[in-house]
C-alpha cells in the first residue's frame, strides 16, 4: 500500500506553491486523485492494519482539503507555517475603523428587514462584503511577502470577522426567502 | 466431491471467484435487498414475487411474524406489531415520548440502558432488535434467491442521520450477523443508480422523502467520482406525518368517541390509503368500522393539498441550506431526481418542480433505486468489479462540537466536511495536579448544548500531575466513512495515552449487544436447522446442474438406455427431497446421487484424458 508523508504540509501534499492565491481547480482535482487512492472503500478486504492506514490517510487529505479551500483557513495555516501560534479566542483587534464599519454593516443588516425589498438589501450588503474580503486577502499577501507576519495575522482576523458576518447575511436571506417563499 | 470435477481439462468449473453481495434499504415504511446477478443490479423478490417488505414486525406468543404477515397483525393486534421503528433508533427515551402522539407502543426506560424498549408479549424489545429482524429476513431472502451466503452487505440510511442513528444501524446488522460493507447515505445511492445509467457528468440534487425522513443532497458527477458537495433534511419529516395530518382530520370529521389503539391504528391505515389513491384519483372514499361505530366519507386532492402542503414546505427550508452550503445557485443544477414513495404524491412533485425550476426525474421506480444504488456499490466494495473507477465521497451531515464554559458548543468539524475526517485539538488543565478531564461532544448546529444531540461524555484519565497549564493534551475527534464517531487522547509533554471511558448518550454498549447475541443464540436451534437444510438445498441444485449438464454433453456416448435411466431415477428422487424440509435426508439422497454416477464420473475422466493427449507428442503433456 502507498503512503503519503504526513510531514510535509497540505501545500506540498497537492502540488501547489506556498501562497495565497491557489488554483482550486487544481486543489480540487488533486483531492479526488489521492482520494481515489487512500479512500477506506479502497481496502474493504484489505488487513486491519492496512484499513486503519487508509482511514488515517483518506482523512489527512480531506482535512487538508478543507483548509485550503476556505480561505480564511488557508490564511491562518500559512501563518501557523511560518511558525505564529495563533489563538483565535486571546486575538482581538484594535483597529477603530475597521470595529466601527463593522458596527454600521450590523446596523444595515438589521435594517434590511424592514426594507421594501430586503432581499435586494441583502444582496447589496453581501457583494460589500465580498469585495472586503478580497481586500483584506489582498492586505494578507502583501503582508505576508514582505514577512510582516503581525500585519497579515491581523487581515486574516478581518478575513474571519468578514466571513462570520456573511454567514448569518446568510441565513437571514434564507430565512427571508422563507417567508417570501421564494 | 467428484460430480463437481466433471469438467473438460484446462477449463475450471468456476470462472472467476464470484462473491455475492446485497444491497439493503432498510425504510421506515418498507425495506427492499438488492444485488447484482450476471452485472445487472436489481431488487431481489420473496417467494410470493413481493419486492417491498412491509418495516413491520408481529411479536406473538410463539413466533415473530416479518413483513407482509405481520401486517395483517397490525389492526388485530396493534400493541404486539412494531413498525416504523426507524424513527426510534437511536433515540432516548425523552424524544420517544415526543413521539408518542404517532406510535402506540408502551415505552419502557430500563435503569441500565440507554434504549427505550417496547413492552411486547415475548419481552421488551428495542428498534434496535426490531431492525435486526427485518434485516434478517432480507437477508435470508437473498440468499434463498442468490443460491449461497452473502459475504457482505451495504446498508442504506438517511444521509440526515446523525451518530446515534448511524450506530444503532451498525448494532442491528451486528445482532443480524451480517458483514457491513459500509453505510452508505440513501441519496447517494440513489445517485449512483441513476449515474451509472445515464454516464452523465453534472450536479444533481436527490430529493428524497420517505416514510419517515427527508433527504436533500447536491451531488458532482465526474468519470465515476459521486462526490457529495453538500447534504441537509430532517430526520422525523415523511410520508407517516402526512398520514397522521390525514387521520387527524379524518378524527375530526367522524367524531369517533373512546379512540383506542385499535381504532387510532384502523383510522391510520385509511388515512394512508386515501393519500395513496389520491395519486391518480381526485377523489378518494373513506370507510371506517369500529364495533358499532362507523363512518363513511371522502377527501379530494385540494383537501388533501391543504392538509400536507405544511409538511411539504417544511422540506424546503433545509433545499434553500444545501444550496447554500454547496455554493451554487438552481440554475447550476442539472437534474433533479426524486427519491422514496412520498415523493408518488402530486403535491410533492408539483412544489419540488416550482422550487428547482426543474422537471425531475423518475424513471426509476422511486422505491426500489437506493437498494438498486446500494447492491451496485456492494459489488464494487465486495470486490467483483477490480478494473471499476467507481467511488463515492460522502460528507458530515452535522457538525460534531464540543461542550465549552457556559454550555455553548464549540465546532470542532463542520457539517458538510468530506469523510473520513479527523481533527486534533490540544487542551491543557486549569488545576495543579489534575490528572483526568471530561469532554462533552454533541452534533448539530446550534449555538447552545442543550439545543444539539448530545453523543457521548468522554472521561479522560491517567495522566501525569503537573502545574495548571502546563499538561497538554491532544485530543482526536475521527470521523469513518461511515459517518461514525471515535475519540482518542493522549498526554502530548509526557506522550501518556490519556485512558478514555465513553458514556454514549444514547445506544447499546458493546456489553448489551453480547447479551443480545448471546440470547440469539439459545433461539436459535430453528435457525441453526433451517441454515442447515439451506446449504443441503444449494448443495443438490449444484449437483443436480452437474450432472444435467454432464448428461447433456456426453451421456449418451459414454452410458447405456439402462444406465442413463438409473441416474435419472437416482436424480428424481433427490429433486423431490430438495422440497422436502428434512437436511438429512437430503443428504443421503445427495450421496446416493454421487454413488449412482461414480461409475459414469471414472468414464469421463478418462475420455478427457484421452482427448487431451490425442495427436500429441509425449514431451508435450506434462502431467
Known sequence: ?182 | MALLQISEPGQSTVPHQHRYSAGIDLGTTNSLVASVRSGVADTLADVDGQHLLPSIVHYGDERILVGQSAQKMQSVDPLNTLSSVKRLMGRGIDDVSQLGEVLPYEFIADADSNVPRIQTRSGNVSAIEVSAEILKTLASQAEQTLGDELSGVVITVPAYFDDAQRQATRDAAKLAKLNVLRLLNEPTAAAVAYGLDAQKDGIIAVYDLGGGTFDISILRLNKGIFEVMATGGDSSLGGDDMDNAIGEWILAQSKFQNIDAVLSRRILIAARAAKESLTDEEKAEISIQQGDASWQGSIDRVQLDELIRPLVKKTLTPCRRVLRDANISKQDIDEVILVGGSTRVALVRQMVTEFFEHEPMCELDPDRVVAIGAAIQADVLVGNKPDSEMLLLDVLPLSLSIETMGGLSEKIISRNTPIPVAKAQEFTTFKDGQTSMSIHVVQGERELISDCRSLARFELRGFPPKVAGAARIRVTYQVDADGLMSVRAEETSSGVAAHIDVKPSYGLTDAEIETMLRESMDHAQGDIAARMLKEQQVEARRVIEAIDAALISDGDALLSKTEINDIRQVRGQLEQDMESACADRLKKSIKAMEKASEAYVARRMNTSVKEALAGKQIDEVKL
Open chain 1, 1 to 182: 500500500m502507498q503512503t503519503l508523508d504526513l510531514k510535509q504540509s497540505y501545500f506540498e501534499l497537492f502540488g501547489l506553491d506556498l501562497e495565497f492565491d491557489i488554483d482550486l481547480k487544481q486543489l480540487h482535482a488533486e483531492q479526488q486523485r489521492l482520494q481515489a487512492i487512500f479512500h477506506p472503500d479502497r481496502f474493504v478486504n484489505a488487513s486491519e492494519q492496512e484499513k486503519r492506514l487508509s482511514v488515517q490517510q483518506a482523512s489527512w487529505v480531506n482535512e487538508g482539503y478543507e483548509t485550503l479551500s476556505n480561505p480564511v483557513k488557508r490564511a491562518r495555516y500559512m501563518l501557523q507555517l511560518s511558525g505564529l501560534e495563533l489563538n483565535d479566542e486571546s486575538e482581538t483587534t484594535s483597529d477603530t475603523v475597521f470595529l466601527m464599519e463593522q458596527i454600521a454593516i450590523r446596523e444595515e443588516i438589521d435594517e434590511c428587514r424592514s426594507n421594501a425589498d430586503p432581499l435586494s438589501c441583502c444582496n447589496h450588503i453581501a457583494t460589500k462584503l465580498r469585495s472586503r474580503s478580497h481586500q483584506f486577502g489582498s492586505e494578507f499577501v502583501a503582508g505576508f511577502s514582505r514577512g510582516d507576519l503581525e500585519a497579515a495575522r491581523l487581515s486574516s482576523r478581518k478575513m474571519q470577522f468578514v466571513q462570520r458576518i456573511l454567514d448569518q447575511l446568510m441565513d437571514l436571506q434564507i430565512e427571508l426567502e422563507e417567508e417570501l417563499e421564494i
